[in-house]
């Protein structure tokens, strides 16, 4: 295996999300890797933000405002995008949120904003691409699970129930575009030093104690992730599908 296989030149990336955490540093790392960038997220100064640091790395990237929870936007996502590059070759999918409450003390309404974001995002924005990806027979998709999707967090229940069909929703995906050989992968990070994680309860002394619970004896930074979506995306894993990358320092062996 030769480093070329690791190589993103010539390719069309979607990444939404990309404006901070995890989803910024995949598209630094795609960036880097010389991939023609798609950012999206809702956020329009911190996709400027983001824009600027990926421009200094490679192509300048196309910014697509987007809430990921409307149909109408995702698909103006796709259009744009094919209407700009004719093609998508990777799609990396990074919406989440959580709230702290059991299951039945969470609410229709705060059930339905995490499911949304959490999981029917997804399904929409994986409907979307991969049309497009079909008709030229080949195209990555990257969801970004969670291992909270294997064990429950008691702390976010909703957000587990949430990620566990964000894994079989990759599972199923790849069993059905594998033929077109459209391969549907899904990182699972642990728990990263992230805006998403700073939630009052994880202050300081909260992620000390939870570094030590963690074989490498520390939490994630968001650069952490971008080998595993450098090696889903590229055809280093050209014959990977339906599989999901736990990147969490060996958290949940």
């Known amino acids: 295996m030769t480093i070329p296989l690791f190589s993103l030149e010539g390719k069309v990336a979607i990444i939404t999300g990309a404006s901070r955490g995890i989803g910024r540093a995949i598209a630094l790392g795609y960036a880097s890797a010389g991939a023609q960038l798609v950012i999206a997220s809702r956020s329009i100064p911190d996709l400027d933000k983001a ?4 421009s200094k790395l490679g192509h300048g990237p196309l910014i697509v405002p987007t809430d990921i929870t409307k149909k109408e936007e ?11 590059f004719g093609r998508i070759d990777i799609m990396v999918n990074d919406p989440g949120m959580t709230i702290n409450k059991p299951v039945l003390d969470t609410n229709e309404a705060e059930w339905d904003t995490i499911m949304n974001t959490n999981l029917r995002s997804f399904y929409l924005l994986c409907r979307a691409c991969a049309p497009v990806m079909r008709e030229k027979k080949s195209g990555s998709i990257i969801n970004m699970a969670s291992p909270a999707g294997y064990r429950l967090v008691p702390r976010m229940p909703v957000y587990s129930i949430s990620k566990a069909g964000v894994i079989m929703l990759t599972k199923a995906l790849a069993y059905e575009l594998g033929p077109h050989q459209v391969r ?7 728990l990263a030093d992230t805006d998403f994680s700073r939630m009052p309860e994880n202050n300081e002394a909260y992620q000390a104690k939870r570094a030590q619970q963690i074989p490498m004896r520390r939490i994630a930074q968001p650069g952490d992730m971008v080998g595993a979506a450098l090696y889903l995306g590229s055809d280093a894993s050209q014959y990977v599908n339906g599989t999901v990358l736990v990147v969490d320092g060996g958290d949940t062996m």
């Open 51 to 54: 824009a600027h640091e990926v």
């Open 74 to 84: 995702v698909e103006n996502l796709i259009r744009k995008t094919v209407e700009q």
């Open 184 to 190: 549907v992968n899904a990182i699972a990070p642990g």
